[in-house]
């Protein structure tokens, strides 16, 4: 198993995050909701962005982080409504409701990432992209949850 760091545990809850995107994906299919809902964004960074200073973590740096997870979350929500359309029909599981479930369940991870963006900025590693990219990678998951994943850390390190 991966050692227990600041930054394992990050992306522990990132990809927690991400796991939510089918259910939201098959909310949009029976809706036929598009997968960006603008209106929500905007509430869910202002939400993060005023919650921050209360992780000691700078506003503008939440906000974009945030914008950074709803990105990663529509690419693998548009991969999943591609792989439907392709098959014609998509899995008849059990539906969460997106307002009643879906979003308050990631309201509620909202405030661990922004604890663990917190914690992970206080123990940043060094070098910062590569020990983030070589994180990633060991985690060997399926193509499209490596690039989601890339996509959700854009800009965690500094850039270079
Ligand atoms: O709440 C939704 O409708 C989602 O699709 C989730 C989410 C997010 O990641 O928070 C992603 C895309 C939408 O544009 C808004 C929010």
Redesign the pocket.
């Known amino acids: 198993a991966p050692a227990d760091t600041p930054l394992s545990r990050l992306l522990d809850s990132v990809e927690q995050r991400l796991d939510v995107s089918e259910q939201?994906a098959l909310s949009k299919w029976d809706s036929r909701q598009p997968?960006?809902?603008?209106e929500?964004?905007r509430q869910?960074i202002n939400q993060a962005q005023s919650q921050a200073t209360r992780f000691g973590i700078d506003a503008q740096r939440a906000g974009l982080f945030f914008s950074d997870?709803?990105e990663a979350?529509?690419l693998l929500?548009y991969h999943a409504l591609s792989r439907w359309h392709a098959a014609g029909s998509a899995p008849q599981t059990q539906r969460i409701d997106?307002a009643k479930q879906?979003?308050p369940q990631?309201d509620r991870l909202q405030e661990v990432l922004l604890e663990e963006l917190a914690e992970f900025d206080r123990h940043r590693p060094e070098p910062c992209t590569s020990a983030l990219a070589q994180a990633i990678e060991k985690r060997k998951k399926s193509s499209e949850r490596s690039l989601a994943l890339i996509r959700a850390t854009a800009h965690l390190c500094p850039a270079i």
């Open positions: 939201v997968v960006q809902a603008p929500r964004e869910v997870q709803i979350n529509k929500q997106l879906l979003r990631l």
